[in-house]
């Protein structure tokens, strides 16, 4: 996770819920500065916490979307993406609250967008959220972004892209999840070229075991 500025507002996270579920969280809270990162805080909280209690995704997005829907506190939103990995299987369980589609990356270099549909971002309005599922074969792995990555611009204002970013996930195809972020971060940087950083970047990668 790469900020901005001081502060970000992105969020990520991976915990183990029992002895053979993992818990993946990444989220963009709307707005930059001091209070997004408040807000960061706030629905990084609410969502671990009742993920702890949920066994589906969908209901978790749900009811972590009611708390801040009943509260109007603030004005703020934050997509966010969230899924639970059976390890022994690869079975995933996920839930887009109007977040960006990870990528899920083959052994041979395959590289596409999981399916995620509807989901209002979380504090938005009430709304119905729902689960989809993939199994992640031995070997597969799953790149999870916030779209600082896609849209970051060098210095002719153009931006890197989901076609250059898909590329780059093909080509590291096989490669550990440490290697991996490092790989597309460093064909970010390359792309930039030192042009100012307009918004966070976070990154997670996980791979199934063979």
């Known amino acids: 996770m790469i900020s901005a500025r001081q502060v970000g507002g992105d969020f990520f996270n991976y915990f183990l819920i029992d002895d053979e579920h993992l818990g ?7 707005g ?17 916490t009742v993920a702890f209690r949920s066994a589906a995704p969908a209901a978790c997005m ?5 708390i801040f ?11 966010c993406f969230y899924g639970i990995l059976h390890t022994p299987t690869g079975e995933l369980m996920y839930c887009c609250a109007g977040h960006n589609p990870p ?21 938005s309005f009430p709304g119905e959220y729902t689960s989809g599922s993939v199994r992640l074969a031995p070997g597969e792995s799953l790149y999870l972004s916030t779209d600082g990555v896609s849209e970051a611009n ?15 996930l093909k080509g590291a195809a096989g490669l550990s999840p440490r290697a991996l972020i490092d790989e597309v971060n460093g064909q970010l940087k390359a792309f930039c070229a030192g042009a100012p950083q307009s918004d966070d970047i976070t990154m997670v990668a996980v791979r199934v075991g063979k």
């Open 24 to 30: 993946l969280v990444i989220g963009d809270v709307s």
């Open 32 to 48: 930059k500065g001091t209070p997004s990162a408040l807000f960061m805080a706030v629905t990084h909280m609410h969502v671990e």
């Open 62 to 66: 749900k009811e972590v979307n009611r």
């Open 69 to 79: 829907v009943t509260d109007k506190a603030t004005f703020m939103y934050a997509t």
């Open 103 to 123: 990528y899920r990356i083959s052994t041979e270099g395959e590289v596409t967008a999981l399916e995620c549909e509807g989901g209002l971002p979380l504090g």
């Open 154 to 168: 060098n210095a002719a204002l153009e931006e890197f892209g989901d076609e250059s970013l898909m590329a780059v």
